[in-house]
RNA sequence: GCCGCUGUGGUGGAAUGGUAGACACGACAGAUUCAAAAUCUGUUGCUGGUAACAGCGUCUCGGUUCGAGUCCGAGCAGCGGCACCA
């Protein structure tokens, strides 16, 4: 008897599909079409086991839909800018782009045995230059369009080693190699106005019907619509008035102080002549620009010894605080306080014994605020203390409106709404990523690059032996003739965020071999991406990007109005985990060691570990368990199997060893039981009946599994139906319908092995390219049905009805049952709640 | 700190508001074997009981409901994101 093999079964119909141009996809107007997406790899040089979920997730949808009859696109390639390349170029020496391709061509060939789906002809990395090329055609035409401009913007600087820092750059504060504290600066940055479209995507998402609900609510939050009042605070200085923005401005008579951002003009004129407002600027200016760092840190403030006059009361004078946790980037860059009802006002003032005054209770309460600031939902009615506006018991948000309208007609403010969602800074100080194709000239200004100039191509001899950007020390790269006067001049030498390259990937895919950005057939047809896979990591910023970038598309006449929302479905998965074995170094250091490594809870010189529960598997903790030693031990169909069997993708998976184990065995069952019923003789059975029924309830379960990405569920009921097939009393027709269907269903999770099977059976053609079975409803109708009988919520007893007996018959049936009596013990039921198909519930 | 998510046996997990624990791992027992591996069969939430059965049980505390793992409120813990990691 042949034995499973996979070793020599994958290969060879790897082959097949190749030489049948299986996945090879062409424009066609014979069949629907279905592009499935999933996001693309970044080229570590190592496929992971998040990799292999994500694109076995992808894979399956991609091969159930070519079998049902789809014309089906399904891409790869390569997000290849980025800081690693750079970082390894600093630690090893080489070059980013050596370095990057290689990583691809080792990636590559470790994907190439999972036997995914993909259509490799259309392979393409964004550091190709005929990539970035059309990457700066587009910002050209977008700027062109009024949707690029530069404006001065914080990064972390790092004084020792003068250059910009990454957040992941900064670690506590201090600069990764230097060890430098490092501090914001302001520098003039490229920027994209995605604050144009903030309505338009708010709007967008309602549409989004197949994005997950969470994701949704999360660019919802992110782009922050909110109705608030804009006004001024009057100096009594006579100075300039502040202007500010509140969404709270219901609350102005628990106002307690006007603060200004550090970076406030006043504050910058100020620090002028102040050398106290100077450094207590400076003291600002210290760490990270992330906004983690800015709300956890240490709340400072500075009194200017300026005072503001209260718009409703002229007598009432407020100081002007300078405070470090205002941004001067959101609304006005000023505020006022009102420390009752806002907890980081409320801790400022008490720092800084500043006056607490409440403007409402709750209707059952007067306690004033003393160390928690009383913040009620917004639709919550509350008692107002002599309210302006006139209000006594009103919500939050009636209060607000009132205010709104009230502060309008008297003339002193404006209603506004106000965004979130900042601008997208795209500017990067450093190499390897996507030259932005702009000349600075001293007589014209910042001067776009001619589009017959472009690709704008990165040099190659640079040299990563000092930090900072190699492109800015490259003199003859930066020198060029200004494109519009012809004198001497600098080109630019900051490089592109590498968000730029990901928010168009998915629309070069439909024509990577055009020498424009897209072509305008093969976008109308090819877009959108009906299935996007990908993680949940990348739920705001890469979506929201790819969401506008859609919109500029269309603008500047590269995609479709119709492909604005780029992605018709969204499905996020969850991370591949797996324990970490630790020990402590003689300094009590953590020292990670890899699960190859360790037996049992000790290595191999029989010292214990530590073991910490499932963790994202990441290379620095040794927790990692690479594909291509699971691939050599069992095959790609048990890889794939198991990364989909015990999880809901959308959840995380702990990989296990045993798992990964069980998984073979039961491709390795798969194997036998089909080498046994293909040698099977003819001839009917007496389970024949119930087998077939069988198997159309597991072409329903299995078909709803993968259509609704329930994989895991719908490997669970392979299993089950295994199970029926192998045990069932059947004839050798039947059993042989049974199996072959048991590997078609198989197909999309294990395609090499089900390939095999259909061959031992004589199927004709590839299985891959054969209709998807199809549940005869007939066979699915169950005459009866198992009732379950509660007494009083707790299951006492069962019974087996026909399907369409009368409530009556069951209620009598029901209180005759054996445990039904000892449950009711002599008590006469209040009521019977029978519900059909499904219970009985007897309440006494 | 802010936004979002998750929490069920020894383990991964299943369950349109309707029998909690499907399916799988592990464990235990048995068959087969000279023996082992592989394979096959059975048992397996916890407690008590030979058993029938009973009590308890889905992070915690409350609530809605004939009925809550599921819905609502308040906590706790873990995870993802926070605009220069990709």
Not at 70 to 95: I, R, T, Y
Not at 260 to 267: E, G, K, T
Not at 558 to 567: I, K, R, T
Not at 732 to 745: E, P
Request: with cysteine; glycine share 8%; proline share 6%.
């Amino acid at each position: 008897m042949s034995t499973y093999t996979p070793s020599e079964i994958e290969p060879k119909w790897q082959d097949a599909w190749d030489a049948a141009e299986t996945f090879k996809a062409t424009r066609s107007d014979d069949k629907p079409k279905y592009y499935v997406l999933e996001m693309f790899p970044y080229p570590s040089g190592r496929i992971h086991m998040g990799h292999v979920r994500n694109y076995t997730m992808g894979d399956v949808i991609a091969r159930y839909k070519i079998s049902t009859g789809h014309n089906v696109l399904h891409p790869m390639g390569w997000d290849a800018f980025g800081m690693p390349a750079e970082n390894a170029a600093m630690a090893s020496g080489g070059h980013p782009k050596d370095w990057t391709y290689q990583n691809i061509e080792d990636m590559k060939a470790q994907m190439k045995p999972m036997g995914w789906s993909l259509d490799w002809n259309r392979e393409f990395a964004t550091c190709d230059p005929e990539y970035y090329g059309q990457q700066q055609a587009m910002f050209l035409d977008m700027w062109e369009k009024g949707l690029v401009y530069r404006k001065n913007a914080v990064v972390n600087w790092d004084p020792v080693d003068m250059t910009v820092l990454a957040n992941e750059q900064v670690i506590d504060g201090k600069g990764w190699r230097s060890g430098a504290d490092v501090e914001r600066r302001e520098l003039t940055q490229w920027f994209f106005k995605i604050s144009d479209y903030s309505e338009e995507l708010l709007d967008g998402l309602d549409g989004l019907e197949n994005w997950p609900a969470k994701v949704r609510l999360m660019q919802e939050n992110w782009i922050g619509k909110s109705r608030g009042l804009q006004f001024s605070f009057a100096r009594t200085d006579g100075g300039d008035p502040i202007e500010v923005y509140t969404t709270r401005p219901d609350t102005l008579n628990g106002a307690s102080f006007v603060g200004i951002s550090p970076d406030h003009p006043l504050a910058k004129e100020l620090a002028e002549n102040n050398p106290e407002v100077a450094a207590f600027r400076a003291e600002c200016a210290k760490g990270g620009t992330t906004a983690e760092e800015l709300e956890t840190g240490e709340k400072l403030g500075f009194d200017t010894g300026l005072t503001v006059q209260h718009p409703l009361n002229p007598d009432w004078h407020l100081p002007i605080w300078i405070a470090n946790f205002i941004l001067m980037d959101y609304g006005t860059g000023a505020i006022f306080a009102c420390p009752a009802h806002d907890q980081r006002d409320l801790d400022f003032c008490r720092k800084y014994d500043l006056p607490v005054i409440d403007t409402f209770f709750a209707l059952d309460d007067d306690t004033p605020v003393a160390i928690e600031a009383f913040v009620p939902p917004k639709d919550q009615v509350v008692r107002w203390v002599d309210h302006f506006a006139g209000l006594s018991e009103a919500t939050g948000q009636e209060a607000i409106d009132a205010t709104i309208d009230f502060a309008e007609k008297a003339g002193w403010g404006q209603g506004k709404t106000q965004f979130r969602l900042r601008d997208w800074g795209l500017s990067r100080q450093r190499y390897w990523g996507c030259p932005i194709p702009v000349v600075h000239c001293d007589s014209c200004g910042v001067v776009p690059e001619k589009k017959e100039n472009l690709p704008i191509r990165l040099p190659d001899d640079v040299s990563f032996d000092q930090p900072g950007n190699p492109l800015d020390r490259h003199d003859t790269w930066r020198q060029v003739q200004c494109p519009k006067c012809g004198n001497a001049a600098r080109r630019e030498t900051d490089t592109m965020d590498t968000f730029v390259d990901s928010s168009w990937y998915y629309a070069r895919f439909t024509a990577p071999w055009a020498d424009t950005p897209t072509v305008a057939e093969e976008a109308e047809y090819w877009m959108n991406v009906d299935q996007y896979i990908g993680g949940i990591e990348h739920a705001i910023l890469h979506l929201l990007y790819s969401r506008f970038f859609a919109r500029a598309m269309n603008v500047t006449g590269h995609l479709p109005a119709s492909a604005s929302e780029p992605f018709d479905a969204l499905f996020t998965q969850g991370m591949v985990t797996h324990e970490i074995y630790q020990t402590r170094d003689d300094q009590n250091r953590p020292v990670y060691h890899l699960p190859k490594d360790v037996t049992d809870g000790k290595l191999a010189d029989g010292s214990e570990v530590e073991i910490i529960p499932s963790a994202k598997m990441s290379k620095s903790k040794k927790n990692v368990v690479d594909p291509v030693n699971i691939i050599s031990a069992y095959g790609a169909d048990t890889a794939r199997w198991f990364v989909l069997s015990d999880s809901p993708p959308e959840r995380d998976v702990e990989w296990t060893a045993s798992g990964a184990d069980a998984a073979f065995k039961f491709l390795n069952r798969i194997h036998r039981m089909a080498t046994e019923i293909a040698a099977l003789d003819g001839g009917a059975g007496a389970d024949d009946e119930e087998l077939l029924r069988a198997m159309h309830k597991a072409i329903q379960d299995v078909t709803n599994g993968v259509e609704s990405f329930g994989f895991n569920a719908a490997i669970a009921k392979l299993y089950a139906y295994a199970n029926v097939v192998q045990k069932a009393k059947a004839g050798g027709d039947a059993k042989r319908q049974a199996m072959v269907t048991l590997a078609h269903l198989m197909s999309p999770f294990t395609p090499h092995l089900s390939e095999e099977i259909w061959q031992m059976f004589g199927g004709e053609g590839l299985i891959a390219n054969t209709p998807w079975p199809f549940a005869d409803e007939a066979m699915l109708v169950e005459d009866t049905v198992t009732l379950p009988i509660q007494v009083n919520g707790k299951r006492r007893s069962e019974i087996a009805v026909a399907k369409d007996l009368a409530k009556e018959e069951i209620e009598k049936l029901a209180l005759e049952q054996e445990g039904v009596v000892r449950a009711l013990d002599g008590a006469t039921p209040k009521k019977i709640i029978v519900v059909p198909g499904r219970i009985v519930n007897i309440v006494i």
